[in-house]
């Protein structure tokens, strides 16, 4: 079956521009979360979302923000772009609700901010 | 505090040599689980092995297995007969039982020495 695939791979956007990020889940997963991944930092959580609903969210500031559609897809999205948003964002999918399952990650998109 | 750590930011091995990376973690739950997980420059994450804290049996799988060492908060992987392929980074990371969101380690940089 297809794995999780997200959208773009790579994208370059210029300070105080916004983006949204897609990532689609394997066919039947309820449970999507997002991860920011920096050398510095290395994979922090921003958000997951189950069944439409945000259940927990991580320690950003609301410029970031996320939302999941009936069909399971999610998307974030980054408003005011910093120089430090610079980074690999990569979603997670997971067929159960409570961490009992396998997390199946995407490739991840790369955002360069200049 | 939900830290997890990896004291050792990388390691080296000889090519069918065994080697063991370590991770701590702290937490108040009784249950959750705990997996680590493989990226290699592709990116990609991917799952190497996963322990549920309320099984005391130590995980295995094929040449990977950990030892669990609940009351210690405890949990490193041991890689036997090293290959070339397995050479990445290593992800330590822990779920709680009330959703899936993963609290990672800043990772070990395995090399495998032809």
Known sequence: KAGVTQTPRYLIKTRGQQVTLSCSPISGHR???WYQQTPGQGLQFLFEYFSETQRNKGNFPGRFSGRQFSNSRSEM??????LGDSALYLCASSFGDRGNTEAFFGQGTRLTVV | AQTVTQSQPEMSVQEAETVTLSCTYDTSESDYYLFWYKQPPSRQMILVIRQEAYKQQ???ENRFSVNFQKAAKSFSLKISDSQLG????YFCARVTNTGNQFYFGTGTSLTVIP
Not at chain 1, 77 to 82: F, G, I, P, Y
Not at chain 2, 86 to 89: K, L
Request: glycine share 0%.
């Open chain 1, 31 to 33: 449970s999507v979360s």
């Open chain 1, 77 to 82: 999205n980054v408003s005011t772009l910093e």
């Open chain 2, 86 to 89: 397995d050479a990445a980074m």
């Open chain 2, 58 to 60: 130590n995980a295995t």
